[in-house]
């Protein structure tokens, strides 16, 4: 999963992700690592795979990964070269959700850009951005599209599809919002990998005090939320003050500073479960002596496609899964123990995958 943060300067966002890139490397042993000044990779916390590797005393834990993508300086017009956003907004082109780091709190030593806090308007700011670089995007596309379409009638269809999308944009609508009935419009469409037709979280960028009731009694966050509603998209409390001071404890000072705090988990345990919520995600689990992994799969997923995401040959010579629950298979504390109750079941190519089946694949070479 690719999740692309982006937000105003000064709303908190560069700490949020330096904070969870750092906590999230930590938090589950897994090694942080920069691909890009702005690019970082962090494992998904998932105590399953710890009580699992108890169970097999298993050589590694592989926990399943999200790769944040930083989007740095996007200030009004960034799609037209202003501040440093400009050149990264073709970085979350590839993402599969964008992260929207929205200011909820006044702090009159930090200076917002514009003067005041205003979650709306600066979410307006930010989609005018995405929507003028779509616009750019479109304008190339048709260009390119148009110098055969006399002579093509496809051509033709999709360059009169896209200038009815470009024109919502310049309308200042979000492409999600375009309405396509026809399914091959609909690829043409995907296929321009649009920034605004991208799902959305809001974090919700809050003081301290906030975090208690889950932002219920900050009139900010009340009118993002209300916002999201109408989108369609998901939205978490978070203070990034709060998530650089989790990202330098250990697991076991972490645990204690949340209870202090009263809260049961961290800004990137509410962002993951945003995630998996908003894109429709779950994870099925392997284990073994050599490791034990978490793979994230679409819910829906049926078990040869699923076995796919190990090895393409999983897929192609699949013949059955042996799959017990999760819960189960700690609930009698081995697998030989869970066969002898029936736990264990024998599944075949029509078997849809469940969040946290553990899972053994069979299959031809």
Not at 191 to 216: H, M, Q, R, W, Y
Not at 244 to 273: H, P, V, Y
Request: charged share 30%; with cysteine; glycine share 6%.
């Amino acid at each position: 999963m690719k999740l692309g943060i982006v937000g105003l300067p000064n709303v908190g966002k560069s700490t949020l992700f330096n904070s969870l890139t750092k906590a999230g490397a930590e938090s589950a042993n897994y090694p942080f690592c920069t691909i890009d000044p702005n690019v970082g990779i962090v494992a998904v916390p998932d105590e399953r795979l710890n009580k699992l590797d108890e169970m097999y005393h298993s050589k590694k834990i592989v926990p399943a990964v999200i790769e944040f993508v930083d989007i740095a300086g996007l200030v009004k017009g960034a799609s037209k070269g202003e501040g440093l956003g400009n050149q990264f907004l073709s970085n979350i082109r590839e993402v599969d959700a964008i992260v929207h780091v929205v200011r909820c709190f006044e702090n009159d030593n930090i200076v917002h850009v514009d003067g005041s806090i205003n979650p709306l308007r600066d979410i307006e700011t930010i989609n005018f951005e995405l929507i003028f670089s779509d616009i750019e995007l479109l304008e190339r596309r048709i260009a390119k599209s148009s110098r055969g379409a006399k002579n093509d009638k496809a051509l033709a269809q999709e360059v009169a599809f896209l200038t009815k999308v470009k024109e919502h944009l310049e309308d200042g609508k979000l492409a999600k919002t375009f309405e396509v009935e026809d399914e091959d419009l609909q690829e043409v469409l995907d296929s321009c990998n649009l920034l605004t037709t991208k799902p959305v979280i809001f974090a919700a960028n809050v003081d301290e005090d906030n975090l208690e009731d889950d932002g219920e009694s900050n009139p900010f966050v009340a009118e993002v939320r209300e916002y999201a509603k109408e989108m369609d998209a998901e939205v978490f409390c978070v203070c990034a003050q709060i998530e650089q001071e989790i990202s330098e404890l250990d697991e076991d000072e972490k645990k204690e500073f949340l209870e202090d705090l009263g809260l049961e988990e961290s800004g990137l345990e509410k962002l993951i479960r945003a995630s998996y919520s908003l894109l429709g995600l779950i994870s099925y689990l392997t284990a073994g002596e050599p490791e034990v992994r978490a793979w994230t799969i679409t819910k829906g997923t049926k078990a040869p496609q699923a076995a796919g995401k190990i090895h393409s040959d999983f897929e192609r010579g699949f013949i059955k899964a042996e799959v017990v629950a999760y819960d189960d298979l700690m609930a009698y504390g081995s697998m030989v123990a869970a066969k002898e109750k029936g736990l264990v079941r024998q599944e075949g190519k029509e078997y849809v995958m469940q969040d946290g089946d553990v899972v053994l694949f069979r299959f031809n070479v």
